[in-house]
C-alpha cells in the first residue's frame, strides 16, 4: 500500500465532506446537500490563509483515504513549547482495519516534529472505543480530560 | 472584586512564568532562572505575532491575578464550525476561591462569541479534580479523552 500525503485542496472539498459525514457521529452533524454549504468553503478559505493550520489529505492509488487537520500553536507553558493538535482524522470506510491510520499519525507526528513541536495532542470522543485504543497503541497517554461546550 | 482583561505584553513575561511555575505540575516544568530563558521570549513574540492566538491576563486591583491562551481555530467539521480552544489558565495563589477564575472563563466564552465560534474547547489534566468540577460547572462536557505525546 504506498500512500501520499498533501495539502488537501479545493478540489477535495466535496469529497472530504462526505468523508465527515461518512461516521457514526458526523452523520448528524453535517450537509452533505448540493451545491455544498458556503461554510465549508469560507472555512477551507480560513484553513488555507493561515500559516498555522494544514489541512492533510492521505491518498492511496490516486483514491483520497482519509483526511486531518493540523494546528501548530506556540505556549510559554513547558518551557516555550510549541505543540502541534490534531483533529478531525477520518479514514475512509474502505480503508479502514490496514493500518493505514497509523501511518498517517505517524506522518503527522513526524511532521509535528519537524515544525518544531515538543507535543503532539488530540481529544478524541469517548463514544469511539476503537479510536481510544488506537491512540494508546501509538503511544499517547490519555492524560487528560477533553471538555467542550457548544455555543 | 473589580476584574480587567487585556492581551499580555512583553512587560509581563517574567510575573506570567512565575505563575507558571506556582503549580503543581509546573514547579518541575518551568525555569524561573534570570534572566529569562530565551525560550519563553521566543513563544511569546510566536503567539504575539498570530492574529489566532490571544493570550490574556486578568488584573484585580491592578494586579496580575490569572492568564490563560485562547487559539481561533477554523475546521471543516459540524459545517465549518471555528472553535476556540483554551490553555494554559493560571489564577494566582492569592486569587483562588474567590469566583475569579469562573468569570475569566465566562469573559473567554464571551470572547469565543465573538470570534464566531461554535464550540469551546480545552483539556485538563486529570491529576487536577478541583479544576475538572470546576469546568462542569461552567457547562463544559468531558465528552472527549485529552491525549497528549511528548516528543
Not at 494544514?54 to 506556540?74: C, D, H, K, R
Not at 490534531?86 to 499519525?105: D, N, P, W
Not at 505517524?106 to 515538543?118: D, F, H, L, T, Y
Not at 469517548?126 to 485504543?133: N, S, T
Amino acid at each position: 500500500m504506498e500512500l501520499t500525503y498533501r495539502e488537501a485542496a479545493a478540489a477535495d472539498l466535496e469529497r472530504l465532506v462526505q468523508l465527515l459525514a461518512d461516521d457514526l457521529l458526523g452523520a448528524s452533524r453535517e450537509d452533505v446537500s448540493q451545491p455544498l454549504n458556503p461554510r465549508y468553503t469560507q472555512a477551507f478559505a480560513s484553513i488555507e490563509a493561515d500559516p498555522n493550520n494544514e489541512l492533510i489529505v492521505v491518498e492511496s492509488g490516486g483514491e483520497l483515504a482519509g483526511m486531518l487537520q493540523l494546528t501548530f500553536i506556540p505556549y510559554l507553558s513547558h518551557t516555550g513549547a510549541s505543540r502541534c493538535l490534531i483533529e478531525g482524522v477520518r479514514i475512509a470506510k474502505t480503508y479502514r482495519g490496514k493500518g493505514l491510520g497509523s501511518k498517517f499519525i505517524e506522518w503527522a507526528i513526524e511532521r509535528a516534529r519537524g515544525k518544531n513541536c515538543s507535543i503532539v495532542q488530540l481529544t478524541s470522543d469517548k463514544q469511539r472505543p476503537d479510536a481510544l485504543r488506537f491512540y494508546q497503541a501509538l503511544g499517547f497517554t490519555a492524560s487528560h480530560e477533553g471538555f467542550k461546550l457548544r455555543l
